[in-house]
């Protein structure tokens, strides 16, 4: 597996593939700290892809000012022995100023859609995930990007983005990967103590229970928000940032519950901020 630093040799391994192999490029945007769910990611991209490069970048403009950039988790010999063992053939792994150039002012903003879910609540974070997905895809010309589904409001953001920009390469969403106790794997679950893991364990659980009530027939909004929170109630330990049953393709709020419809929640647990949904059926 070769290691690359530089956006031109990832250009140029992109561009050998395709030219010398006639491959089906497959890219894995990632920042890192990887998990069975990146594993995941991986492993979907090496069915289905010739040559598969995976990003480790841990992107600064994504981040608001009081949010954990400085500790979010590294550990990029790990990162690279799981990507080698999945199958990929390349790992980009550039530095700051690689993706961002001393004097760099051009960024890349889905409007509207950004200032939805997540992006209410974390004001410049899609711009800065819409900026670096764009560069990644201009550096790497993939033909598939790979994202999780534990990210939907960011998959809804690159949607749009790729359709807007035309971009060529064909969005790919991969399932939640849960553990064993049904916690949406996360590089941030690192940051929970053993109480607060158990306290988090309720993101799952009104995930899961709304799920019920859909398959029982309920499709009211109000209904479904109201048992989620129901949930989130019985742990104290919880703050609720959204509550929301969304169209996922514009993430605007729905009344009542159609297939496909996006059931989102996100929670603080402590000082950890933690996501979960579901795509109803």
């Keep these: 597996m070769e290691i690359v630093r530089t956006v031109a040799e990832l250009r140029s391994w992109s561009r050998e593939q395709r030219s010398m192999h006639g491959a ?96 209410a609540s974390r004001p410049g974070h899609f711009r800065g995930v819409a900026t670096v997905v764009a560069k990644l ?52 679950n690192a940051y929970l103590s053993s109480q607060e893991r158990s306290t988090a364990l309720a993101l799952g659980r009104a995930v899961r229970h709304v799920e019920s009530l859909v398959a029982e027939g309920e499709r009211r909004s109000g209904v479904l928000r109201a048992s989620a929170r129901e949930v989130f109630a019985q742990e104290p330990g919880i703050r609720i940032d959204y509550i929301a049953l969304v169209d996922w393709a514009t993430l605007r709020p729905i009344e009542t519950a159609v297939p496909g419809a996006l059931f989102a929640v996100a929670a603080w647990v402590g000082v950890t901020r933690l996501i979960d949904n579901t795509v109803l059926r």
């Design 137 to 188: 895809l201009i550096a790497a010309e993939p033909d598939f990007g790979f994202f999780g589904q534990k990210d939907a409001a960011q998959v809804a953001v690159l949607r749009c983005m790729v359709a807007d920009l035309r971009f060529a390469t064909e969005i790919v969403v991969c399932p939640i990967v849960r553990d064993t106790d049904g916690l949406a794997l996360s590089s941030r």
């Design 24 to 119: 089906v490029l497959g890219l894995v945007p990632t920042m890192g700290a990887l998990h069975a769910g990146h594993a995941a990611l991986i492993r979907a991209a090496a069915a289905s892809c010739s040559a598969v490069a995976v990003s480790i970048f841990v992107n600064p403009a994504q981040f608001g000012p009081q949010e954990d950039f400085a500790r979010y988790p590294r550990s990029f010999d790990a990162d690279c022995a799981l990507i080698e063992a999945e199958g990929a053939d390349l790992v980009f792994a550039p530095a700051v100023d690689e993706m961002y150039p001393a004097g760099a002012s051009t960024f890349v903003e889905v409007a509207d859609l950004s200032q939805r879910l997540d992006g």
